[in-house]
């Protein structure tokens, strides 16, 4: 049920000394917040905090009391600085546990890839009672306790992670959404999707590239809580698929 009158809210914890240091630049807090408004969930409050677990816990217990949802992004790596689970769990006042099902994911992926050591294995680690968030990149998933979503540092894995989440969150409107289907490698229409993203606020484009019948292909997933700014951003890209000379299949192939 959603609430058009309530203004749903998130925070957002960003982790990690290489943040601070200025040795990585942050892309999560713009791609976390398009994303959010896309749901209808308004961005409020971004804290980017060191490696420190009490800073974590401090930040989590704040934003998490302030908004509807808490997001993180960073330290649920397999190394021994990566404390993200731990702090959120010492925040929440439970337990770490080894989710049986990222167990089985991360044995599945490193099955080819030299097994699963202990360090692999400690990203199969969650606070007690999460759920979790598939990861089309790697075999290490997210991770999600009711409104709290830990997510990966790397950008495009976080991405994928969000994309999982897209339509999941009770927000403050329903997502609408408009597939165009088109026999075309996605690296060929790159530089069209994103011009067409950009040009339409509030709108987002999810490229899903598939192999059939000995082509390549793609489904173009268009997102936005706006009916008007969904329509105008579907015929854009479809006027811009076709200027390019490519034929277009409503609703997806």
Known sequence: ?????????????????????????????????????VQGIRLAEVRVVPDVEARIVAAVNDLRAANDYLFTTGGIGPTHDDITVDAVAAALGVPVVIHPEARA????????????????LRMA??????????????????????NI???????????GMLDALTGQLEGGLPLLSETLGCWVAESEVADLLRQTEAAHEGCQIGSYPFFREGRVGANFVIRSV??????????????????????????GI
């Open 1 to 37: 049920m959603t609430s058009p009158e309530k203004i749903w809210t998130a925070g957002l914890v960003v982790i990690g000394d290489e943040i601070l240091s200025g040795r990585t630049q942050d892309k999560n807090i713009a791609q976390v917040a398009s994303w959010l408004q």
């Open 105 to 120: 994911l991360l044995e599945r992926y490193y099955e080819t890839r030299g097994g699963l050591n202990e360090g692999r």
């Open 125 to 146: 680690r969650v606070p007690e009672g999460s759920d979790l968030i598939p990861n089309r990149m790697s075999g290490a998933p997210g991770i999600r306790r009711g």
């Open 149 to 159: 979503f830990l997510m990966a540092g790397v950008p495009h894995i976080t991405a």
């Open 226 to 251: 706006s009916a008007k700014s969904l329509k105008a951003c579907a015929e854009s890209l479809a006027s811009g698929l076709a200027g390019q000379g490519h034929a277009i299949t409503p609703g």
